[in-house]
């Protein structure tokens, strides 16, 4: 069964960083598309960012854009996302999700991912 262990989450300053780490362990990792969604208290899980097994696309959400980058390592099955310029509104719990058959159309789509991790929790205060 696949296992996702998300990290580097907690209680920030706006306008701090933080850095998120996802990993992996029972999949092949480099067949596996990843990404992070968000879910904030009230509100639906929305798409942050995914990258494509061979890091060929980075779609990202218009909210995080040019705040938030997503990387992978395959050497480590490891995927990072870093936020910076980080706003109460990025206030949320954050998931690492994998998928191995979804293609580059459904990147953003949450039903395309198969396997989620447990979430780690991202606050920032004003």
């Known amino acids: 069964q696949v296992q996702l262990v998300e990290s580097g989450g907690g209680l920030v300053q706006a306008g701090g960083s933080l850095t998120l780490s996802c990993v992996a362990s029972?999949?092949?990792?480099?067949?596996?598309?990843m990404a992070w969604f968000r879910q904030a208290p009230g509100k639906e899980r929305e798409f942050v960012a995914a990258v494509t097994r061979g890091h060929g696309a980075t779609p990202i959400a218009d909210s995080v854009k040019g705040r938030f980058t997503i990387s992978r390592d395959n050497a480590k099955n490891q995927m990072i996302l870093q936020m910076n310029s980080l706003k109460p509104e990025d206030t949320a719990v954050y998931y690492c999700?994998?998928?191995?058959?979804?293609?580059?159309?459904?990147?953003?789509?949450?039903?395309?991912?198969?396997?989620w991790g447990q979430g780690t929790q991202v606050t920032v205060s004003s």
């Open positions: 999700a994998a998928s191995g058959t979804i293609i580059t159309s459904q990147l953003r789509s949450q039903s395309a991912y198969s396997s």
């Open positions: 029972r999949l092949p990792w480099t067949r596996y598309a």
